[in-house]
């Protein structure tokens, strides 16, 4: 792998954990429909043969894990928003969230490259890039062409995050409200 993308890896990974101390908002496009979109085209890319059914059954538990361990250390807030005219939830991903993201990201790579056993570096390489351009421009999901494992660990751990992220905001809701009767 040439320096120039050594370079781009490592200051993605820098953004992706300086990125993980900013607050930002609890909904979108990305949060509900990315999961989900993920989840459909592994679905869709799965083969279902007997070696699939076994990775899978062990990449389930993993991609649980994963998204559980994301949720870790983030912090949501409720602010006003003048803007809105509405409280709005703000979440702070944490430093747990880039390091399952780069699990992620790593495993995917490295089952990748254990299925092709060839032209590994050239693979590296494209798949480098093209987790780069989903994370600066999350439309260019739409035209990846990744394999099964990799929608399914993105999916599953991205699912069972904001799955976590969205009890935790009820909890809050339910709390604040049990505040306000008293």
Same mark, same amino acid.
């Given at each position: 792998?040439?320096?120039?993308?050594?370079?781009?890896?490592?200051? #993605?990974?820098?953004?992706?954990?300086?990125?993980?101390?900013?607050?930002?908002?609890?909904?979108?496009?990305?949060?509900?429909?990315?999961?989900?979109?993920?989840?459909?085209?592994?679905?869709?890319? !799965?083969? %279902?043969?007997?070696?699939?059914? $076994? !990775?899978? @059954?062990?990449?389930?538990? +993993?991609?649980?894990?994963?998204? %559980?361990?994301?949720?870790?250390? /983030?912090? &949501?807030?409720?602010?006003?928003?003048?803007?809105?005219?509405?409280?709005?939830?703000? $979440?702070?991903?944490?430093?747990?969230?880039?390091?399952? %993201?780069?699990?992620?990201? @790593?495993?995917?790579?490295? +089952?990748?490259?254990? $299925? @092709?056993?060839?032209?590994?570096?050239? $693979? #590296?390489?494209?798949?480098? =890039?093209?987790?780069?351009?989903?994370?600066?421009?999350?439309?260019?999901? #739409?035209?990846?062409?990744? /394999?099964?494992?990799? =929608?399914?660990?993105?999916?599953?751990?991205?699912?069972? #995050?904001?799955? +976590? +992220?969205?009890?935790? &905001?009820?909890? !809050?809701?339910?709390?604040?409200? @049990?505040?306000?009767?008293?």
């Amino acid at each position: 792998m040439s320096f120039c993308w050594w370079c781009l890896l490592i200051w #993605f990974i820098i953004h992706n954990f300086a990125k993980a101390k900013k607050f930002t908002e609890v909904s979108g496009w990305h949060d509900k429909f990315v999961p989900i979109y993920s989840i459909v085209l592994f679905l869709v890319t !799965m083969s %279902w043969t007997k070696q699939d059914l $076994m !990775m899978l @059954a062990i990449l389930a538990p +993993i991609a649980l894990f994963t998204g %559980w361990f994301e949720t870790r250390d /983030v912090r &949501i807030k409720k602010e006003y928003s003048p803007k809105k005219k509405k409280d709005e939830y703000k $979440m702070r991903r944490g430093i747990p969230y880039a390091i399952g %993201w780069v699990f992620t990201f @790593a495993l995917g790579i490295a +089952i990748h490259a254990w $299925m @092709a056993r060839g032209a590994i570096l050239e $693979m #590296f390489s494209k798949a480098i =890039w093209e987790n780069i351009l989903e994370e600066i421009d999350p439309f260019i999901l #739409f035209s990846t062409k990744h /394999v099964w494992y990799i =929608w399914f660990l993105s999916g599953v751990s991205s699912i069972t #995050f904001f799955s +976590i +992220i969205r009890l935790s &905001i009820r909890k !809050m809701i339910r709390q604040k409200r @049990a505040q306000e009767t008293i």
